[in-house]
C-alpha cells in the first residue's frame, strides 16, 4: 500500500524560510513532484523531478527559490522553500507516480498525493 506522508510548512514571515518533507512508503516511482492549490483554484505544479533526475521541472516563479531534493535511502523528498513571498501561502502537496506516461510536470501524471500542508507567509 503506497503511504505519502508530509510534514513541515507552518507560518513564516515574507523573505523567510521553511522546509517540506515527504516520506513515501510501498511504490518503486518513476517521478515526484510537489504542487499547491489555493481555494477555488486548480492545482498547479511547483517543482517535478523524474526518478533518474534526468527531467527536472521548476515553475517559472519558483525557479531558484524552491529547490527539490531526493534522499533516496529514506524514500524522502524535499521542498526547500526560501525567500517566500505572501503570494506563496498556500496548501502544498507532494506526489509521487509509477507511471512512464507524461511529462514530470502533468498533474494527470501522478496516481498518489500526500496529505497536504499549509504554507502561510506574512507580510
Known amino acids: 500500500q503506497v503511504q505519502l506522508v508530509q510534514s513541515g510548512g507552518g507560518s513564516v514571515q515574507a523573505g523567510g524560510s521553511l522546509r517540506l518533507s515527504c516520506a513515501a512508503s510501498?511504490?518503486?516511482?518513476?517521478?515526484m513532484g510537489w504542487f499547491r492549490q489555493a481555494p477555488g483554484k486548480e492545482r498547479e505544479i511547483v517543482a517535478a523531478?523524474?526518478?533518474?533526475?534526468?527531467?527536472?521541472y521548476y515553475a517559472d516563479t519558483e525557479k531558484g527559490r524552491f529547490p527539490i531534493s531526493t534522499d533516496n535511502a529514506k524514500n524522502t523528498e524535499y521542498l526547500q522553500m526560501d525567500s517566500l513571498k505572501p503570494e506563496d501561502t498556500t496548501v502544498y502537496y507532494c506526489a509521487d507516480t509509477t507511471s512512464l506516461a507524461g511529462e514530470v510536470y502533468h498533474t494527470g501524471r501522478y496516481n498518489y498525493w500526500g496529505q497536504g500542508n499549509q504554507v502561510t507567509v506574512s507580510s
Open positions: 510501498g511504490g518503486t516511482f518513476s517521478a
Open positions: 523531478r523524474s526518478r533518474s533526475g534526468i527531467s527536472t
